[in-house]
């Protein structure tokens, strides 16, 4: 095919000298498309979320809105009227975008064009040069400002943007990598009925439309089969009367005004593109109260809705699998902004009536519920498994499309059974089964796909929707006397094969469902009712084959290759599953850290992205996985080499995580993290809540009384006995805290159930043998009742273990072993000065209360996860070069606007952490610049004399105090700053940070390209480095850095046209 006849237009694009003598030829042909080829279309027009806080967009959106009211046709209904509004604010959104996108881009291809009909014209007529060249000069110029003008002011917003985001969010970089997911390309699909595979726009919207038109078209369901499920649910499983006219309440405007308020402001628009922050300009206006009341009552009473509500663009997200096959596309409807307040305002009423409704073994999307609960449970369900050598099996239940085959009729029947109002059931039943669907392939729009069954994944009351339709088939199952469950032992400390109360028929989060079957006749009792809920819901049967032919995909035990994985947490059935799954994580996070290691990032922002997206995969699982301190070790390892970029000398860990205003960093350590996220269940379990359906399991006398929280030597061997099991996590928890009992006061009853090891002081010329250790107290002492205090026993009193007891006592007789003040404090009388304590009962509150475990009696300080972190967190100081620094300079410093190579020098010199060749494993420690004997992080930095000379030479500009070695030290090493001259602009931390980075890269060029370190050199490069620092700052005010140019567009004819480019920057 001749290219050249494909050609529709070329353009010559001017490129300014400066920059190459070489100009951008630009060529457009219309090729045939190829079969793989994909085109991409306009997609859905959504208004910048920027405009809202325009001052003039705002009072161009309340004039159109006072404007399109007063105009109303009186007979059109409240619908029509609020969409006949967002539609005109809609218009007006766009017609204000355009207005304000005149900006130099358009302003540089207006004079591209005029360049070349100069060109063109010299080209035709050589005699029109001596009047032509003159105006081709001014307008070559005018393109040469505004492309350095475009550079230059892009290079600063890229940094400035990098600094306050990327440095500081971690959410602005997963967004930033998580838009080339939300951008993948559909290239090709089979088609869902002919099985051909689709290249072609045409092809992969039938292909789509087909797919989805079949998904969303509702097969009968058996009334039957619906009667029959919803017969089991008990007749008190009904909402209440009050709960019912909460539900059917009227909205009032202050909660709609709060609704929409609470909305995410980085919400994604649907079909009429307007954001929540415009959305609310409409609903604060005056002349729409009364209008928004009665749009959302009438949508909440009767079920009457604008009809823009009705519209609905699908977005499809991939999944894992073979992307040619739409099962395998997660479709996500973006709904307009204001039908997503309505649901959000019904949602939050349903949730709070919704959890006297759904069984406490479903804990997805519902209030004081947690994913991490199911995982706790059935880890403690294997566990009890492998000590009984039971034979029961865990089934994981996997429903195909289970939010988008919701039956409409099945839904409502379940409602109305729920005793959720007629009023409520219709408008749900109205909104969710009448919607159109338009599907995105591309960009490109599908027709509408009427949407008769299914709930809209992206919608905020889905999920508590779809948690009612699931509820009769686990009620079914929890009540069927035909499926036992797995029993667990009456409580924690009863021996496994006792049968207790607790009994575990299923798990589940939303629709991820694991059941607990003991024999083939329960598989077969559970396949009929999942037959009767496929009937009932139109849901996907998982079984559709006889018994023996059952869709069981895979069989997991302990000689399986991997753990299986639940809800993302990896149950192991063997240590050689475990250590896989290890190994397997292990790579994964140095993978992440490989794949963030090229950017240029502080020390500060390489920890924010390690604690909150390269570590986010280690938190899950760490809930629940117990680790080897060897897999910490590799994993401290790996998160040192990150922080520090693999420079020496390195930060040591613990430093790393120390708190920022400690002189640390914030890294979170591993091993505390994981104790951290224990709290969830350790501090309901030591205050008698334990947060499980199955209560009765977790209580017994030695837990209720906290004795084996505080001591390990009084811990149950069945509850240690493992260093897997669920409690040695609960136990590491509590190990970790600061143990600090010299000012507890307890009672003798408490002081006689402890161990003699417990109660003694450790003493290297006494050391207590192990089998004395284990003694308890009450041997050798024992309560005075009369005297309300403890003493020691009379040889004749001692009967047990008499040898190793007399010669504990005979030991603190002679001072050779010394006892715990809070011990020997229950030796004293009850009148003394001490806080009066209960002698009935053994309370270990004191200790719990010590490690904050427990609060204060009248002082109520929750323990957070931060809390906790700081406890366990050393209190020594680490080795600095002034490790007196006060936590607001250690602040001071973080809150520097200063470029991330100038901050990490910075605190690399606070902490003594420099590559000089002090620090180093260096041949020779002399300076090879001035060839004193030793180069120590000072010298390195300011005392060498070449260097001492550009500190000095800038101070005087910067400074009123004459220039001292003291001063310069004060100021970098305890942020002392002297006061600046007024004539001064930059701040001082700028100023130093400027002088540290030139200083540090003049340095590295005299090593690594051989330059001479020289004094002139490295004064200019830090004005350089002080004048981009001004130019940010102007541009972060608002303020062009660089001069707008001034376009003068010559005309060939005799009038002349001047354009001053003013435009709003805002908007560029």
Same mark, same amino acid.
């Given at each position: 095919m001749d290219m050249f006849d494909c050609r529709v237009a070329s353009?010559?694009?001017?490129?300014?000298?400066?920059?190459?003598?070489?100009?951008?030829? =630009?060529?457009?042909?219309?090729?045939?498309?190829?079969?793989?080829?994909?085109?991409?279309?306009?997609?859905? &027009?959504?208004?910048?979320?920027?405009?809202?806080?325009?001052?003039?967009?705002?009072?161009?959106?309340?004039?159109?809105?006072?404007?399109?009211?007063? =105009?109303?046709?009186?007979?059109?209904?409240?619908?029509?009227?609020?969409?006949?509004?967002?539609?005109?604010? #809609?218009?007006?959104?766009?017609?204000?975008?355009?207005?304000?996108?005149? =900006?130099?881009?358009?302003a540089e291809s207006l004079l591209h064009r005029k360049r070349s009909g100069i060109v063109n014209r010299l080209a035709a007529n050589a005699s029109l040069l001596p009047s032509l060249t003159p105006q081709l000069s001014i307008v070559e110029s005018q393109l040469a400002s505004i492309q350095q003008y475009h550079t230059e002011t892009l290079a600063l917003r890229a940094g400035i943007r990098w600094r306050e985001q990327g440095e500081l969010s971690a959410g602005y970089l997963k967004r930033t990598a998580a838009q080339r997911q939300t951008h993948q390309i559909m290239k090709q699909l089979l088609h869902p009925v002919t099985s051909t595979l689709c290249s072609t726009t045409e092809e992969m919207i039938h292909a789509s439309v087909s797919f989805y038109g079949n998904l969303y078209s509702p097969d009968p369901i058996d009334d039957n089969a619906v009667e029959d499920l919803l017969s089991t649910l008990p007749s008190s499983l009904c909402l209440s009367d009050s709960d019912q006219r909460f539900l059917a309440n009227s909205f009032t405007y202050d909660a709609l005004l709060d609704g929409v308020s609470r909305c995410p402001k980085r919400g994604s628009p649907g079909l009429d593109g307007l954001q929540y922050e415009i959305l609310r300009l409409i609903f604060i206006h005056p002349s729409c109260r009364d209008l928004l009341l009665q749009v959302y009552n009438d949508a909440l009473s009767k079920g009457i809705f604008p009809a823009s509500w009705f519209g609905t663009s699908v977005s499809l997200l991939p999944k894992k699998?073979?992307?040619?096959?739409?099962?395998?596309?997660?479709?996500?409807? $973006?709904?307009?902004?204001? #039908?997503?307040?309505?649901?959000?305002?019904?949602?939050?009423?349903?949730?709070?009536?919704?959890?006297?409704?759904?069984?406490?073994?479903?804990?997805?999307?519902?209030?004081?519920?947690f994913i991490a609960d199911n995982g706790l449970l059935v880890k403690l369900i294997m566990e009890h498994a492998r000590l009984t050598s039971s034979t029961a099996i865990g089934l994981l239940l996997d429903q195909e499309k289970a939010y988008d085959r919701v039956h409409p009729a099945y839904l409502c029947q379940v409602l109305h059974r729920f005793g959720f109002p007629s009023s409520i059931v219709n408008s749900l039943s109205t909104l969710f089964f009448n919607t159109n669907l338009h599907l995105n392939i591309n960009g490109f729009l599908s027709p509408p796909i009427p949407q008769r069954r299914g709930l809209r994944q992206g919608d905020p009351i889905s999920p508590v929707l779809f948690n009612l339709a699931f509820e009769p088939l686990l009620r079914r199952i929890l009540s069927s006397p035909h499926v036992s469950g797995f029993q667990l032992p009456r409580s924690v400390c009863s021996p496994p094969d006792l049968e207790s109360r607790s009994k575990v028929k299923l798990l589940a989060y939303a629709d991820d469902v694991v059941c607990f079957l003991n024999d083939p006749h329960e598989l077969n009792i559970l396949h009929e009712h999942l037959n009767i809920y496929a009937k009932a819901s139109n849901a996907k049967r998982i079984w559709r084959t006889p018994l023996l032919q059952q869709q069981i995909h895979s069989w997991h035990d302990s000689s399986s290759r991997d753990p299986v994985i639940y809800l993302g947490f990896p149950l192991h059935s063997s240590i050689a599953q475990h250590d896989t799954y290890l190994t397997s994580l292990l790579s994964k996070i140095t993978t992440g850290m490989q794949l963030h290691s090229h950017r240029s990032l502080s020390v500060r922002g390489r920890v924010t992205i390690l604690n909150s997206l390269i570590l986010s995969k280690l938190w899950h699982v760490l809930r629940i996985l117990s680790v080897p301190n060897l897999f910490f070790k590799k994993l401290k390892s790996q998160i040192s080499g990150f922080v520090s970029a693999k420079r020496s000398p390195r930060v040591s860990f613990e430093t790393m995580c120390f708190p920022r205003n400690k002189g640390g960093l914030g890294v979170l350590n591993p091993h505390i993290q994981q104790s951290a996220l224990q709290l969830r269940w350790l501090l309901p379990l030591l205050h008698d809540r334990p947060c499980s359906p199955t209560s009765d399991f977790w209580h017994h006398r030695s837990l209720q009384s906290s004795v084996a929280f505080v001591f390990p030597s009084l811990r149950p061997k069945a509850l240690t006995q493992s260093s897997d099991g669920v409690f040695s996590l609960f136990f590491t928890a509590v190990d970790n805290l600061p143990h600090l009992f010299d000012q507890v006061v307890i009672n003798p009853q408490t002081a006689l159930c402890l161990k003699l090891g417990d109660v003694s002081v450790f003493s290297s010329s006494c050391p207590l043998p192990k089998s004395m250790a284990q003694l308890p107290c009450s041997l050798a002492y024992k309560f005075d009742s009369t005297k309300g205090r403890l003493q020691p026993k009379l040889p004749a009193e001692i009967s047990i273990h008499p040898y190793l007891t007399k010669r504990f006592l005979k030991w603190v007789r002679l001072d050779q072993l010394k006892l715990q003040p809070f011990f020997i404090r229950a030796f004293l009388r009850p009148a003394s000065s001490f806080t009066s304590v209960t002698h009935s009962l053994v309370d270990m509150s004191p200790f719990l209360v010590t490690v904050s475990l427990v609060d204060h009696p009248g002082v109520r300080l929750r323990l957070t996860s931060r809390r906790y972190r700081r406890l366990c967190c050393p209190s020594e100081s680490f080795s600095s070069l002034?490790?007196?620094?006060?936590?607001?300079? &250690?602040? #001071?410093?973080?809150?520097?606007?200063?470029?991330?190579?100038?901050?990490?020098? &910075?605190?690399?010199?606070?902490?003594?952490?420099?590559?000089?060749?002090?620090?180093?494993?260096?041949?020779?420690?002399?300076?090879?610049?001035?060839?004193?004997?030793?180069?120590?992080?000072?010298?390195?930095?300011?005392?060498?004399?070449?260097?001492?000379?550009? &500190?000095?030479?800038?101070?005087?500009?910067?400074?009123?105090?004459?220039?001292? +070695?003291?001063?310069? @030290?004060?100021?970098?090493?305890? $942020?002392?700053?002297? +006061?600046? @001259?007024?004539?001064?602009?930059?701040?001082?931390?700028?100023?130093?940070?400027?002088?540290? $980075?030139?200083?540090?890269?003049?340095?590295?060029?005299?090593?690594?390209?051989?330059?001479?370190?020289?004094?002139? #050199?490295?004064?200019?490069?830090?004005?350089?480095?002080?004048?981009?620092?001004?130019?940010?700052?102007?541009?972060?005010?608002?303020?062009?850095?660089?001069?707008?140019?001034?376009?003068?567009?010559?005309?060939?004819?005799?009038?002349?046209?001047?354009?001053?480019y003013t435009g709003d920057l805002s908007f560029n």
């Open positions: 353009d010559v694009t001017y490129i300014q000298p400066s920059w190459s003598d070489q100009f951008l030829v =630009t060529s457009h042909f219309a090729l045939r498309s190829p079969t793989h080829a994909t085109i991409l279309g306009k997609g859905v &027009w959504r208004a910048h979320p920027r405009l809202a806080s325009s001052e003039t967009f705002q009072a161009l959106v309340a004039h159109t809105v006072f404007t399109t009211v007063s =105009t109303f046709d009186p007979h059109m209904s409240p619908q029509d009227k609020w969409d006949k509004v967002k539609t005109s604010v #809609a218009q007006a959104a766009k017609s204000f975008s355009r207005r304000s996108a005149f =900006t130099l881009t358009k699998g073979d992307l040619k096959d739409l099962k395998n596309w997660r479709p996500i409807s $973006l709904i307009n902004t204001d #039908a997503k307040v309505f649901t959000r305002l019904l949602n939050a009423r349903i949730v709070k009536c919704a959890s006297k409704l759904i069984n406490p073994y479903q804990t997805g999307f519902l209030g004081g519920r002034y490790p007196n620094l006060t936590s607001s300079k &250690w602040l #001071a410093l973080w809150r520097f606007p200063l470029r991330p190579q100038s901050c990490d020098i &910075w605190y690399r010199l606070l902490h003594n952490k420099l590559p000089c060749r002090s620090n180093l494993y260096w041949t020779s420690k002399i300076c090879h610049i001035c060839t004193a004997p030793e180069e120590t992080p000072s010298h390195f930095l300011l005392e060498c004399p070449r260097k001492l000379a550009v &500190w000095s030479s800038l101070w005087v500009s910067q400074f009123e105090q004459p220039f001292s +070695t003291y001063s310069l @030290r004060c100021a970098l090493f305890l $942020l002392q700053f002297p +006061t600046c @001259r007024p004539t001064a602009i930059q701040e001082p931390s700028i100023f130093f940070g400027s002088i540290l $980075l030139a200083v540090w890269r003049n340095h590295w060029s005299s090593i690594f390209d051989q330059r001479p370190f020289t004094t002139s #050199a490295t004064i200019s490069s830090t004005n350089q480095l002080l004048s981009a620092s001004l130019q940010e700052l102007l541009i972060s005010d608002g303020i062009s850095p660089v001069p707008l140019p001034h376009l003068i567009l010559p005309c060939s004819s005799s009038r002349r046209r001047s354009h001053t």
